[in-house]
């Protein structure tokens, strides 16, 4: 059976506004999804579980695509006081027995692989700054866009929210609470120490953000492991 692996931690703002949820079918098959809150607005730590457990269900049925642009829909109107949630995300699904696990995501959330020998980020920001280092921009001037996001969930259509075919027998989904304040060299020790036991992993991820200049964003990692891994 494929194997999972769930973990959240509070940064150091108001609540938590990241949220995930891991869902499995009758056959086997798991829907994950990992959302990051846009803000700590009234609405945001609320609604993010919401959304998770939405796109994580909908990815199970009917793959992530729809599982995000179903969550999507939930907060396309800003609401009658204008202040709905906003979010990025990614989401997934596992099918036991593929070897190809579907990945989707719209925003700065993240999808990584490991094969047993290397750590592979399989998605790309959707945010100005890595656009700019796409057409050459300089490194420093684009650094100062990395938090302008050019997409979201509530703005989601099919034609912003990407899809990347995985082959690694796990899989690492991650806010940017983790991939931001954890670095690369660290993630992949925890990784090759902890592959055969993705809650373990999940929780080792979260737990390695640092707070930086006094700030600790919200860490959220969702692990998946084919059967392969044990």
């Not at 060299?185 to 200049?213: C, F, G, I, S, Y």
């Amino acid at each position: 059976m494929i194997r999972t692996g769930l973990a959240t931690r509070e940064g150091t703002a108001a609540d938590n506004a990241d949220a995930a949820k891991v869902y499995k079918l009758a056959d086997g098959t798991v829907g994950a999804a990992v959302i990051d809150g846009i803000g700590h607005g009234p609405h945001t730590s609320a609604t993010s579980p919401l959304l998770a457990a939405v796109a994580a269900r909908i990815s199970a049925r009917r793959g992530p695509l729809a599982g995000l642009l179903t969550a999507s829909e939930l907060i396309a109107d800003r609401g009658a006081d204008g202040k709905e949630a906003d979010a990025v995300a990614v989401a997934a699904r596992a099918i036991p027995g593929d070897d190809i696990t579907v990945i989707n995501w719209t925003g700065d959330a993240r999808a990584y692989g490991w094969n047993g020998q290397r750590l592979e980020l399989y998605t790309d920001d959707h945010t100005v700054g890595a656009q700019l280092r796409a057409n050459g921009v300089a490194l420093e001037i684009a650094r100062e866009h990395d938090n302008w996001l050019r997409t979201s969930l509530a703005r989601a259509t099919i034609g912003t929210v990407y899809t990347a075919g995985v082959r690694d027998r796990l899989i690492i989904l991650t806010t940017d609470g983790v991939h931001d304040q954890v670095t690369p060299e660290v993630m992949k020790t925890l990784v090759r120490e902890l592959e055969d036991n993705p809650q373990a992993l999940a929780e080792a991820l979260v737990a390695a953000a640092r707070e930086t200049n006094g700030y600790r964003d919200d860490a959220t990692a969702v692990v998946i492991a084919h059967p392969s891994t044990r």
